[in-house]
């Protein structure tokens, strides 16, 4: 059974993940990710990071940060929250367990007063951009560090009114 646990960013366990995550950015796109995350974002009442541990071992990962003023936040209900870091070891994809990551984050984003759900993500992962369009993101203006990057895709969901 998956257990949804939530933690620090800058745990072991979450940077583990992290360094495979960067690793498939690597094989992805030729380097890894440079984007700024400080730790500290994802801490309550700002942010949440949560691993997703099946049979003692973590499996998955992902959090969101609340997303501070920008000139495009004009099209969004503010508060804008930004879903980060998701990523699921190769060997448990195929089991859902992105998508109870996704439904969990957004849960405890709407939980705490977040009306968009925002993300940025990559043209060299399909399965990625496919789970954020079935569970109802759409395009939105490029915003954030991959704004003007040819190969960044931009989704947001409205999480209430």
Sequence with gaps: ???LVTTSYDAPQVQ???ARLQQ???ARYGGPDDGPISPGEFSAPDGLFVVAVDCGEPVAMGG???HGPDQRETAWASPVAELKRMYVVPAARGNGHARDLLTHLEAAARDSGIR???LETGIMQP???ALYRSSGYADVEPFGHYAGA???VHL???LSD
Excluded: D
């Design 1 to 3: 059974m998956l257990e």
């Design 16 to 18: 583990a993940l992290v």
């Design 24 to 26: 498939e950015y690597v």
């Design 64 to 66: 969101w940060r609340r």
């Design 116 to 118: 968009w759900m925002v």
């Design 127 to 129: 399965e990625a951009i």
């Design 150 to 152: 040819e190969q960044s």
């Design 156 to 158: 947001g969901k409205q």
